[in-house]
């Protein structure tokens, strides 16, 4: 029996009645689709995870790969090579590619309402199979050299990585020291030591291409410090014939020199990459001949984090079905108010008044972040039709940029906390056992709030770039909107106005952070510089209540939804889920939003006690 319940009703109500996707479909890059055969493809899709991909998810973590310190090598379990071939036969990793590189013209939204069910069945499948999409990278930033191999990650299938971290350097990405020296051939030899690198080495591929981030040596307009000094390169792990992609039997000088041992997500392979050593070069190109490294790799990482962010959710989806599942038939206790009575009959657990709120707060929380996801996504549309018609969309590209920081960061956290405090809590004690699938569950989603960006990375990314370097147009846009609805006379009127506080308090708190930024700028006469700080201690908290605010919105959209339909006449299983829906709307607003006042308060009332507190004391 499966592990991986997906939730296909909540996909398609959020695509097709709440966020209206079918505008999209049926014409311009969409024109062989509507809303029926979206609605096919997604069943088709979690049909595979449920019943090919999600089988070897415990198999990989009971037995990871192996690691060969000798060969420097790894050789992946059976289970998951069948899995992973599986899903590459399937193709439906196309639908991240566009059409002119063999993929399948599908908006976002669709995409990642797909993309939900391989990542919550397996998620490392997942990232092993990103060879083709980093193809996409390569093809939009490349030269025509350069497009070849991205036909060949492509057509071959190859794998691929995003190599950034140093052993030293960790998260400040400019102070790595990683070169790059240029050789008479127009190649580049790579000297180097990496960390944490996903999918660094494996055999599930007959080549794996890496994209380094390291500094030129000796190239004028290339070096320097900090980021701008940056370049990326393509360096395959066997080299390969350009024109056919066929491997030479030439080994490249770049070896996994330590596979990590991890809490979770065990079956993904996390390297130690060494390049140029043993006196073999690690030989690659410059991507596209231009010494712009941070910014296509950000290219790779803004899809990378709203991976993650898809990722946290889909797993704390299918933790909420499977708690739900096990609450259904967990006979223990009588009902409480025969508590007293040893007669009296003994009940299933949903028939306790805890378990009841841990099942609705796990489920208000996966709903309204599956609606963040598709939500964000629905932005992306935008984004996706402007460059099809060869334009641009300034605004929708703003705001999917405010939007990442709170997928990623905001989502993983809630789902983080949410799947170790109340989905595996309804289990009691059979959920801290390998015999549901909850503890691995916990423990395969904390990686989430870590890579491709901290928690706090995300606070900072969001206040610093997304909210200050933008004057603060696409968070307005966005509070302009969650303020007109608020204000809008509809169902749960009591719950609007918990919105309509909840989005002053989130304000305030912005503005105030703001306040203290500005009084921290040296040119400013009476400037404290360390007033910064002040900013630096709220960064995170910003960050959790605008996701708060965000989610509380989309849910009071859903029920207005919700309520139209039931006042339609919805019976039946669509009559629960409407009813449900309702329910965590309200439940979401009662007992989530009033806690941003107090979160305002907080911020207002910092100091910098902590930052003047001497190291000892901790």
């Known amino acids: 029996m499966s592990h991986y319940k ?17 505008a999209v479909l049926g014409h311009g890059p969409a ?80 995409r990642w309402a ?8 397996n998620p490392a499948l997942y990232m092993y199979a990103a060879g083709p999409k980093f193809g996409q990278v390569i093809w939009a930033n ?21 190599i950034l971290t140093e052993p030293d350097a960790g998260s400040d990405v400019g102070a790595g020291r990683t070169r790059a020296l240029p050789q008479p051939d127009g190649t580049w030899h790579i000297e180097g030591v990496k960390r944490f690198i996903t999918s660094g080495e494996h055999d599930l591929t007959e080549n794996i291409l890496h994209l380094v981030l390291a500094r030129p040596v000796g190239v004028e307009g ?53 390049f140029g050593a043993d006196g073999t070069p690690a030989r690659g190109w410059l991507l596209g001949e231009v010494h712009d490294g941070i910014a296509q790799m950000f290219q790779v990482i803004e899809h990378a984090r709203m991976m993650v962010g898809t990722k946290a959710i889909a797993t704390l989806s299918t933790g909420y079905l499977n708690a739900l599942e096990y609450a259904r038939t967990r006979v223990q206790g009588a009902d409480l108010t025969r508590a007293g009575d040893r007669t009296a009959p003994r009940v299933t657990i949903t028939h306790h008044p805890d378990v009841r709120r841990s099942l609705m707060t796990q489920k208000m929380w996966a709903e309204a972040l599956r609606s963040l996801v598709l939500f964000t996504a629905s932005i992306q549309d935008d984004v996706w039709l402007a460059a099809s018609r060869g334009g641009r969309d300034p605004m929708a590209e703003r705001v ?20 170790g405090t109340e989905s595996l809590q309804t289990l009691g004690g059979s959920g801290f056992l390998s015999d549901y699938p909850l503890e691995q569950y916990v423990r395969d989603a904390k990686i989430d709030t870590l890579y491709e960006g901290t928690t706090a990375i995300q606070g900072q990314d969001l206040f610093f770039r997304k909210i200050v370097r933008d004057d603060g147009a696409a968070l307005g846009w966005l509070s302009a909107r969650i303020g007109a609805f608020a204000e809008t006379a509809g169902p749960l009127p009591e719950e609007r106005a918990m919105l309509q506080r909840a989005l002053g308090d989130a304000g305030t ?85 009033p806690h941003l006042t107090a979160e305002r308060k907080i911020a207002e009332s910092t100091t910098l006690d902590l930052m003047d507190l001497p190291e000892s004391a901790f």
């Open 6 to 22: 997906s939730n296909l009703r909540d996909a398609s109500f959020n695509l097709f009645e709440l966020l209206g996707r079918e």
């Open 31 to 110: 024109a062989d689709l509507d809303r029926e055969t979206a609605e096919a493809m997604l069943a088709e899709v979690v049909a595979l995870a449920t019943t090919k991909l999600a089988g070897s998810f415990a198999e990989g973590d009971r037995n990871p790969p192996r690691y060969d310190p000798v060969a420097r090598t790894v050789t992946m379990p059976e289970p998951v090579k069948l899995a992973f071939k599986t899903w590459m036969d399937s193709d439906w990793w196309r639908v991240e590619l566009p059409a002119e590189l063999g993929g399948v013209d599908c908006p976002p939204s669709l």
């Open 114 to 121: 797909i993309l939900e069910q391989v990542l919550g069945a």
């Open 142 to 162: 490349g030269t025509e050299r350069d497009r070849q191999v991205a036909r060949h990650l492509v057509e071959r299938q190859w794998g691929a990585t995003m």
């Open 222 to 274: 290339a070096g320097g410090p900090g980021t701008k000094g940056l370049s990326l390169f393509m360096v395959p792990k066997h080299h390969f014939d350009l024109e056919t992609g066929e491997l030479t039997g030439e080994r490249n000088g770049v070896w996994a020199t330590n596979v990590e041992k991890k809490m979770g997500i065990k079956v993904s392979t996390t390297c130690e990459m060494t």
């Open 400 to 419: 999917n940029d405010l939007l990442l920081p709170l997928v990623k960061g905001y989502g993983s956290e809630r789902s983080w906390v949410v799947l």
């Open 509 to 593: 708190m912005v503005g105030l952070l703001v306040q203290h930024l500005r009084s921290a700028d040296p040119r400013v006469e009476g400037s404290d510089v360390r007033n910064v700080y002040k900013v630096g201690l709220n960064t995170t908290r910003v960050l959790m209540a605008l996701g708060d605010v965000v989610c509380a919105w989309l849910l009071l959209r859903s029920a207005e939804v919700a309520t139209r339909r039931l006042e339609e006449g919805a019976s039946g299983e669509d009559a629960d889920f409407y009813t449900g829906k309702v329910a965590a709307a309200r439940h979401f607003a009662q007992t989530v939003l």
